[in-house]
C-alpha cells in the first residue's frame, strides 16, 4: 500500500462517512478523527476522537502519519466563534502538528466558498484572487494561505481541493454546475495522494458537468479526470417562469445562498 498511515479527519462527516470505506486501500492503517462518534475501529483503522482546537490533542493526533486527509471542521456558515474555532484554530494547530511530525502531504478540504463572490457568469482559476462569500468562506481561505506559507517555509505539501457540492445528488439548480460525485471526490483524492509533486496546489473538486465555473488547468498534472456528471440528473430542477428573479444575489453569485447569512459575528 502506497503509506503506512493515513489521518482522516471529520471522519465522522458526510464525506467523512464515505471516505473511510473507500481509502483504506491506500495505507496499512487509517486513523480516524473527529468531534462525535465513529463508532468502533474496524480493521486497519484506528479512532481517535478529538477537539481541532485543543493543540495538544491535536498533535498526538498526528504521531506515526504519513499524509493527512483534512475534512474536520465547520462545513457550512456559522457564527464567527465556532468558525474561528474549528476552521482557524483547527487549522493552524493540524499544520503545526503536520510540521512536528515531519507529515510529507495534506489534502485540505477547501470550498467554493473560497471564491463564491465572483458572479455565475465568471470563469474562475486557481490564479485569480479568492472572493470568499461567507465567514465559512474566509476561514478555508485562511487554510489556503497557511499551507502556501507552511510549503514556502518547510516544503510541506498540500492540495487545497475547493470542493463543489459532493453529496449522493445534487439538492438544487445551482448544484447541477457545482455537482462532485462521491466517485469523483475519491477519484480526485487517489490523484493528489498518488501525484509525485504537487507543491502547493489549488484544485477544484468538480465532476464533468454540462456547465461549469471552474477552470482546472492549474491542477491538470494531477491527472484527476471525472467520469461522472450531473447530467444524469437532468429534469430534476425544471425552469420556472419566476426562477431566478433578475434581481435574486443567490443566482448571481457563484455562493448561492451562503451569501444570504452573514457575517453572524458575536
Ligand atoms: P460535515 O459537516 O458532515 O462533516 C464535518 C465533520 O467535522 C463533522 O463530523 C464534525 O463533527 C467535524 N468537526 C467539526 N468541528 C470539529 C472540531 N472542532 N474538531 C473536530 N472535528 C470537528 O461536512 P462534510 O460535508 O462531510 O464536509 C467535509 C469537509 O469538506 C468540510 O471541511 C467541508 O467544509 C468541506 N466541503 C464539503 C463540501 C460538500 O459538498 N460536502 C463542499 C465544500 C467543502
Ligand atoms: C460547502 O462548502 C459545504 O460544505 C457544503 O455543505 C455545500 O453547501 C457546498 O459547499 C455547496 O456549495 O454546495
Not at 471542521?73 to 474561528?84: K, L, V
Not at 428573479?245 to 443566482?251: E, L, S
Request: contains cysteine; aromatic residues 10%.
Amino acid at each position: 500500500k502506497p503509506f503506512k498511515r493515513i489521518l482522516l479527519t471529520g471522519a465522522a462527516g458526510g464525506l467523512g462517512k464515505v471516505l473511510r470505506e473507500r481509502i483504506k486501500p491506500w495505507a496499512d492503517i487509517v486513523r480516524l478523527s473527529d468531534l462525535s462518534d465513529m463508532g468502533e475501529p474496524g480493521e486497519g483503522e484506528e479512532i481517535v476522537r478529538c477537539d481541532l482546537a485543543d493543540k495538544q490533542a491535536v498533535l498526538a493526533l498526528m504521531d506515526g502519519v504519513d499524509a493527512v486527509l483534512h475534512f474536520g471542521g465547520i462545513s457550512t456558515e456559522a457564527p464567527f466563534d465556532a468558525i474561528m474555532q474549528a476552521n482557524i484554530l483547527g487549522v493552524a494547530n493540524l499544520y503545526e502538528a503536520v510540521h512536528k511530525a515531519g507529515v510529507k502531504r495534506v489534502v485540505f478540504a477547501s470550498s467554493n466558498h473560497a471564491v463564491g463572490y465572483y458572479r455565475t457568469t465568471d470563469m474562475v482559476d486557481a490564479s485569480m484572487p479568492t472572493r470568499p462569500d461567507s465567514m465559512y468562506g474566509v476561514s478555508k481561505c485562511f487554510g489556503e494561505s497557511l499551507s502556501r506559507y507552511y510549503y514556502d517555509r518547510f516544503g510541506i505539501e498540500t492540495v487545497c481541493l475547493r470542493i463543489g457540492s459532493s453529496f449522493p445528488a445534487p439538492l438544487n439548480k445551482r448544484m447541477m454546475t457545482t455537482y462532485f460525485s462521491y466517485d469523483d471526490l475519491v477519484e480526485c483524492l487517489r490523484c493528489c495522494l498518488a501525484a509525485p509533486r504537487v507543491g502547493h496546489t489549488i484544485a477544484f473538486g468538480m465532476s464533468d458537468n454540462a456547465s461549469a465555473w471552474w477552470d482546472n488547468r492549474h491542477a491538470a498534472f494531477l491527472g484527476y479526470k471525472a467520469k461522472d456528471s450531473s447530467s444524469r440528473f437532468d429534469g430534476m430542477f425544471p425552469d420556472s417562469g419566476d426562477y431566478p428573479a433578475a434581481d435574486d444575489i443567490t443566482a448571481t453569485y457563484q455562493g448561492g445562498k451562503f451569501l444570504l447569512d452573514g457575517p453572524q459575528y458575536n
